[in-house]
C-alpha cells in the first residue's frame, strides 16, 4: 500500500505539482494546493487501491489534468483494461460534475459579495499603478474584479490587497472569463493584468478585455473571436524579458495566432527597469502616450503613400485597410456519439460511401423519425406544469451545388420510402376492395328500387324499407409519410386523414421559402408557422369549398439549400417585415458543414447489419399508437433528468433576456425550448420505447446536440451581422496576385466593373456582382471609389463607378 501511495505521488510531483502529505485512497476527490499554500485549494486528486490501482491528479487553475495506472496498459489482460478504462470514465465524470458544482457554488458566493461591495472611487492598488477603477467594486480592503462569459454571466472574482497581492476567487472559474473596460468600435485589446488593460483604455479609448493571466488569453480571444467575428482582435502581451520562454509573449502570439489577431508588445526606453514587463509599467515610465504609440504600432495604422505627388503637389495618403471579416464563423464537427447507437452505423456508413459529411444524413434521420412520432407522444418538460412538446422537427442541409446534400437526404429517408411504398401498396388493395362493396351496393340499389316498385301499391312500409340506401365503410385513406410539394390546402386536406402528422421534404427549400414571402400567401405562412408547434387545429375557409377544419396540424420539414441563398434570405428575415416572423428559426436543426477536405474513393458494400438496426426503428415507431383517438402519450423526465433540464434552463433563460446575441439568434434560441426536450423524446422512444420516461442519458444527448447546433445557427446568422465577402475575396485575391492586368499585360491602378466583368472569373462575371465586391473592399479600405462622370460635354449619360486600388493590396509598401 504505501509503495502505490509513494508512487502515485511521485506522478504528481512530477507533473509539476506539489504533492500533498496525505494521500488518501477511498476514491474521492481530495482538493489540495499545488504550491503547498494551505489556503490554496486549486490542486486535486482522486486515488482507488482496489482492483488495479489507479487514480487521477490535477490543477483546476492551470487546466492541467492526468492519469495514473500502477499497471500499463500493455501489462494488463483484456478484462483488466475494460475495467481501467471504465474507472478512469468515472473518475472523469465525477472530477467534471464535481468541478461544476464547485464553480456554480463559487459563482452564487462571488455574486453576493459583489451585491455587498461598493464601487471603486479609489484604492491603494489603483493609486499605485495610475489608473482608474473601471467596472470594479471595493469590499473591506480588498479590490474586486468581476470575472465574466461571453454572455454576461458572473463567474467569479479577482481581489486585489492593497499591497498588490492578487487571489482567485475559491473554486471559481477562470479559463475564458474576463473583465470588460469599454464597449467595442472596430477593434478589441485583450491583455493579461486589471493595470495593463486600464492603461491601454485610458491612453487609446479602445475597449479591453482583462484575462487574469497569460495561460487565458488564447481562451479568451477565441471566446471574443466568436461573439464578435467582424471586430480586429489586439492580444496586448507581456514581455516577460528575463523569464525563461518569455510566457507573455509566447502566450500572447499563441492566443493572437488562434484568432487571427495582432500582437502589441510594449516597447521600453533606454534603461529599462529589470521588472518592466508590460504597458503599465511602460505607462508609468513614459506615459500613456508611449503606450497610444505602441498600440498605433501594431496595427499600423500610420497612413502610406499611394505613390507619387500628384500634379497639385499634394500627396495621397491611405489608410491601412482592415482585414475581411471572416463571414462563415466555425462550426462544430459532427461527432459520431451525438447520434444513439442504433443509427449512428448506418448514418456514418452512409457518409462515408458517399464521401459526404455526416451532419446530412444525421439530420434527415432524426427529423424523418420524429415525424413518425408525430404528435402521438409528447414531453412534459416541467414537473408540475402541463406546458407540453410535440417531437415534429424541421431540419435544413446547406452546402453549395455538388455536396451530396440531396444524395444524403435521400438515402437517409430510404425507410420512410419503403414504408410509404408499402402502405400505398395496402391501400391500393383496400381501395380495389371498397370499389367493389360500391358496385355490389349500386346493384343492390338497383335490385331494391325493382322490387320496391312491385311491392309500392300492396306494401308500401316494405317499399320504402327496400329504398333506403346501403351504408357503405367510408372510402379507405392512405397513410401519408412523406408530402413533396402540395398546395397548403392540398396539404392541409393530408393532414385531415393523418391528424397525427406527417413529413413534408423538399429537396430545394428556397422555393419553399420565397413563395412563403410573396404576397397574397400570408395564410399559406400562418399554416406553416401553425404546423411547427404540432398540436393545434386550422381552419380554411373558402369560397366554393367551403369550411375545412383540422383537428391537428403536425408537420415535420427537411430539404436543402444553397449557402448564397439561405445568406441572402437571413438578410431579409432579420431586416424586418413579413420575413421576420420565426419562420426561418424554426429549422432548429440547420446545419452548414465544412465540406473541403481531400475525396476519397469508397466502393463498398453498405454495412448491412447497422441498416437492418436503423430500419427497424423505422418500422417500430411507424406502429407506434397515441394513448386515445384523440390525446398523445405523455412523456416526463426521471428526476435525475428533470434537474439537469432546469440547470440548463435558468442560465438559457437568462442568457436569451440579455442584451449580448444578435436579435435573430435570440428568436432562433428561443426554439431551443421546443427543440432540446423534443430532442431528448426523441432519443428516448430510439433508446428505451418503454415507460413514457426521459432518462439523463437522452438529455444529455440533446443538450449535445444543442451545443452542436448552435455553432450552426452562428454560421447561419453571421449573414446578417457581417458583409458577404465571398465576391469580395475573391476579387482580392485576383488582385493580390497581379491577374488584374489590361489586354497588355500591365497592372491595372483602378478599374471599372466592367473591366473585371469580362474576364469571366468564378463570381465575378457580371458588373453588378463586381460592384458588389469592390464595394465591400472600399468599405474595408482595399480600394477608393469614385464616381466618374459622363465625358460628354453637355453632360449626357449615367455616370460610372471606378476602384482606385490601394498599393498595400499589391503588396507595395
Same mark, same amino acid.
Given at each position: 500500500m504505501n509503495d502505490t501511495l509513494e508512487q502515485f505521488r511521485q506522478a504528481i510531483t512530477a507533473a509539476g505539482i506539489e504533492a500533498p502529505d496525505d494521500i488518501h485512497d477511498d476514491g474521492a476527490i481530495h482538493r489540495f494546493s499545488p504550491s503547498g499554500r494551505g489556503s490554496d485549494k486549486a490542486a486535486w486528486y482522486m486515488l482507488h487501491t482496489d482492483g488495479i490501482p489507479a487514480g487521477a491528479f490535477g490543477d483546476w487553475r492551470s487546466g492541467l489534468q492526468s492519469t495514473w495506472c500502477a499497471k500499463s496498459d500493455s501489462a494488463m489482460t483484456a478484462t483488466e483494461l475494460a475495467d481501467?478504462?471504465?474507472?478512469?470514465?468515472?473518475?472523469?465524470?465525477?472530477?467534471?460534475?464535481? &468541478?461544476?458544482?464547485?464553480?456554480?457554488?463559487?459563482s452564487?458566493? %462571488?455574486?453576493?459579495?459583489?451585491?455587498?461591495?461598493?464601487?471603486?472611487?479609489?484604492?491603494?492598488?489603483?493609486?499605485?499603478?495610475?489608473?482608474?477603477?473601471?467596472?470594479?467594486k471595493v469590499f473591506s480592503d480588498k479590490l474586486l474584479i468581476p470575472m465574466r462569459d461571453t454572455a454576461g454571466k458572473l463567474h467569479s472574482l479577482q481581489a486585489i490587497t492593497p499591497d498588490g497581492e492578487k487571489r482567485f476567487h475559491p473554486g471559481g472559474r477562470i479559463k475564458g472569463c474576463y473583465h470588460s473596460i469599454g464597449k467595442p468600435a472596430g477593434r478589441l485589446v485583450i491583455a493579461e493584468g486589471y493595470a495593463t488593460a486600464a492603461s491601454i483604455h485610458e491612453a487609446t479609448g479602445d475597449a479591453v478585455a482583462v484575462a487574469f493571466n497569460a495561460g487565458n488569453l488564447e481562451a479568451v480571444a477565441l471566446a471574443l473571436r466568436a461573439k464578435y467575428p467582424a471586430l480586429v482582435l489586439i492580444v496586448a502581451a507581456d514581455d516577460?524579458?528575463?523569464?525563461?520562454?518569455?510566457?507573455?509573449?509566447?502566450?500572447? $502570439?499563441?492566443?493572437?495566432?488562434?484568432?487571427?489577431?495582432?500582437?502589441?508588445?510594449?516597447?521600453?526606453?533606454?534603461?529599462?527597469?529589470?521588472?518592466?514587463?508590460?504597458?503599465?509599467?511602460?505607462?508609468?515610465?513614459?506615459?500613456? @502616450?508611449?503606450?497610444?504609440?505602441?498600440? @498605433?504600432?501594431?496595427?499600423?495604422?500610420?497612413?502610406?503613400?499611394?505613390? !507619387?505627388?500628384?500634379? $497639385?503637389?499634394q500627396i495621397d495618403l491611405w489608410p491601412e485597410?482592415?482585414?475581411?471579416?471572416?463571414?462563415?464563423?466555425?462550426?462544430?464537427?459532427?461527432?459520431?456519439? &451525438?447520434?444513439?447507437?442504433?443509427?449512428?452505423?448506418?448514418?456514418?456508413?452512409?457518409?462515408?460511401?458517399?464521401?459526404?459529411?455526416?451532419?446530412?444524413?444525421?439530420?434527415?434521420?432524426?427529423?424523418?423519425? !420524429? !415525424?413518425?412520432?408525430?404528435?402521438?407522444?409528447?414531453?412534459?418538460?416541467?414537473?408540475r406544469d402541463d406546458w407540453q412538446v410535440v417531437p415534429n422537427l424541421w431540419g435544413m442541409t446547406i452546402g453549395r451545388p455538388g455536396v451530396k446534400k440531396s444524395p444524403a437526404l435521400s438515402e437517409a429517408l430510404k425507410p420512410l420510402n419503403r414504408l410509404q %411504398?408499402?402502405?400505398?401498396?395496402?391501400?391500393?388493395?383496400?381501395?380495389?376492395?371498397?370499389?367493389?362493396?360500391?358496385?355490389?351496393?349500386?346493384?343492390? +340499389?338497383?335490385?331494391?328500387?325493382?322490387?320496391?316498385?312491385?311491392?309500392?301499391?300492396?306494401?308500401?312500409?316494405?317499399?320504402?324499407?327496400?329504398?333506403?340506401?346501403?351504408?357503405?365503410?367510408?372510402?379507405?385513406?392512405?397513410?401519408?409519410? $412523406?408530402?413533396n410539394d402540395a398546395t397548403v390546402e392540398k396539404l392541409g386536406e393530408l393532414l385531415m386523414h393523418n391528424p397525427w402528422g406527417t413529413l413534408s421534404y423538399r429537396d430545394e427549400l428556397y422555393?419553399?421559402?420565397?413563395?412563403?414571402?410573396?404576397?397574397?400567401?400570408?395564410?399559406?405562412?400562418?399554416?406553416?408557422?401553425? !404546423?411547427?408547434?404540432?398540436?393545434?387545429?386550422?381552419?380554411?375557409?373558402?369560397?366554393g369549398r367551403g369550411t375545412t377544419h383540422i383537428p391537428r396540424v403536425c408537420l415535420a420539414m427537411i430539404g436543402g439549400i444553397q449557402p448564397g441563398r439561405i445568406q441572402e434570405y437571413v438578410r431579409g428575415a432579420v431586416a424586418g417585415g413579413s420575413a421576420d416572423d420565426g419562420l426561418l428559426q424554426r429549422f432548429g436543426l440547420a446545419v452548414w458543414p465544412d465540406t473541403g477536405g481531400e475525396y476519397v474513393h469508397v466502393d463498398q458494400w453498405p454495412d448491412t447489419p447497422a441498416k437492418q438496426a436503423a430500419w427497424?426503428?423505422?418500422?417500430?415507431?411507424?406502429?407506434?399508437?397515441?394513448?386515445?383517438?384523440? @390525446?398523445?402519450?405523455?412523456?416526463?423526465?426521471?428526476?435525475?433528468?428533470?434537474?439537469?433540464?432546469?440547470?440548463?434552463?435558468?442560465?438559457?433563460?437568462?442568457?436569451?433576456?440579455?442584451?449580448? &446575441?444578435?436579435?435573430?439568434?435570440?428568436?432562433?434560441?428561443?426554439?431551443?425550448?421546443?427543440?432540446?426536450?423534443?430532442?431528448?423524446?426523441?432519443?428516448?422512444?430510439?433508446?428505451?420505447?418503454?415507460?413514457?420516461?426521459?432518462?439523463?442519458?437522452?438529455?444529455?444527448?440533446?443538450?449535445?446536440w444543442g451545443d452542436y447546433l448552435r455553432t450552426h445557427a452562428s454560421r447561419l446568422y453571421a449573414a446578417a451581422v457581417t458583409p458577404e465577402t465571398t465576391g469580395a475575396a475573391a476579387l482580392l485575391v485576383k488582385i493580390r496576385a497581379g491577374k488584374l492586368a489590361d489586354k497588355d499585360g500591365v497592372i491595372l491602378d483602378s478599374f471599372t466593373p466592367r473591366q473585371v466583368a469580362i474576364k469571366h472569373w468564378a463570381g465575378l462575371d457580371t458588373p453588378d456582382a463586381v460592384r458588389k465586391?469592390?464595394?465591400?473592399?472600399?468599405?474595408?479600405?482595399?480600394?477608393?471609389?469614385?464616381?466618374?462622370?459622363?465625358?460628354?460635354?453637355?453632360?449626357?449619360?449615367?455616370?460610372? +463607378?471606378?476602384? $482606385?486600388?490601394?498599393?498595400?493590396?499589391?503588396?507595395?509598401?
Open positions: 481501467h478504462r471504465q474507472r478512469v470514465k468515472a473518475m472523469k465524470a465525477q472530477r467534471d460534475a464535481d &468541478l461544476l458544482a464547485t464553480q456554480q457554488q463559487a452564487a458566493t %462571488a455574486a453576493a459579495l459583489l451585491a455587498q461591495a461598493d464601487a471603486a472611487t479609489a484604492h491603494p492598488y489603483l493609486s499605485a499603478k495610475g489608473v482608474k477603477g473601471h467596472g470594479l516577460d524579458h528575463l523569464t525563461d520562454g518569455n510566457p507573455g509573449l509566447s502566450k500572447g $502570439t499563441a492566443a493572437a495566432l488562434a484568432v487571427g489577431g495582432l500582437v502589441a508588445v510594449p516597447s521600453f526606453p533606454a534603461g529599462r527597469p529589470d521588472k518592466a514587463t508590460d504597458f503599465n509599467d511602460l505607462a508609468v515610465i513614459a506615459g500613456l @502616450d508611449a503606450v497610444k504609440a505602441c498600440m @498605433d504600432a501594431a496595427i499600423e495604422s500610420v497612413a502610406t503613400h499611394a505613390g !507619387s505627388a500628384s500634379a $497639385t503637389g485597410p482592415t482585414p475581411l471579416p471572416n463571414a462563415l464563423p466555425p462550426v462544430q464537427a459532427f461527432d459520431a456519439d &451525438l447520434l444513439p447507437v442504433a443509427l449512428r452505423g448506418w448514418v456514418m456508413d452512409i457518409a462515408h460511401r458517399m464521401q459526404c459529411p455526416p451532419d446530412f444524413p444525421a439530420v434527415a434521420a432524426l427529423v424523418a423519425l !420524429s !415525424s413518425l412520432i408525430g404528435a402521438r407522444a409528447v414531453v412534459q418538460p416541467k414537473a %411504398a408499402d402502405e400505398f401498396e395496402l391501400h391500393q388493395a383496400a381501395h380495389d376492395a371498397w370499389e367493389l362493396d360500391c358496385k355490389v351496393s349500386a346493384m343492390q +340499389d338497383n335490385a331494391n328500387e325493382k322490387r320496391a316498385k312491385g311491392l309500392a301499391g300492396k306494401d308500401p312500409a316494405a317499399a320504402r324499407a327496400l329504398l333506403e340506401p346501403v351504408v357503405l365503410p367510408a372510402e379507405p385513406t392512405a397513410r401519408r409519410y $412523406t408530402v422555393g419553399l421559402l420565397t413563395g412563403l414571402d410573396k404576397q397574397g400567401q400570408e395564410g399559406s405562412r400562418a399554416f406553416y408557422l401553425q !404546423s411547427y408547434d404540432g398540436n393545434q387545429g386550422y381552419t380554411f375557409d373558402r369560397i427497424a426503428v423505422f418500422e417500430r415507431l411507424a406502429a407506434l399508437q397515441p394513448a386515445s383517438d384523440l @390525446d398523445a402519450t405523455v412523456w416526463r423526465f426521471d428526476d435525475d433528468a428533470q434537474a439537469l433540464f432546469v440547470e440548463w434552463l435558468i442560465p438559457f433563460e437568462n442568457e436569451i433576456r440579455g442584451d449580448e &446575441l444578435h436579435p435573430a439568434m435570440v428568436s432562433h434560441l428561443s426554439k431551443y425550448r421546443k427543440l432540446i426536450p423534443a430532442l431528448a423524446l426523441v432519443f428516448a422512444m430510439i433508446d428505451t420505447p418503454e415507460g413514457g420516461v426521459i432518462h439523463e442519458p437522452e438529455l444529455l444527448r440533446a443538450l449535445a465586391a469592390a464595394d465591400v473592399l472600399a468599405d474595408f479600405d482595399w480600394l477608393r471609389r469614385e464616381v466618374v462622370q459622363s465625358g460628354d460635354a453637355l453632360g449626357r449619360g449615367r455616370p460610372s +463607378d471606378r476602384y $482606385t486600388i490601394n498599393p498595400r493590396a499589391r503588396g507595395a509598401a
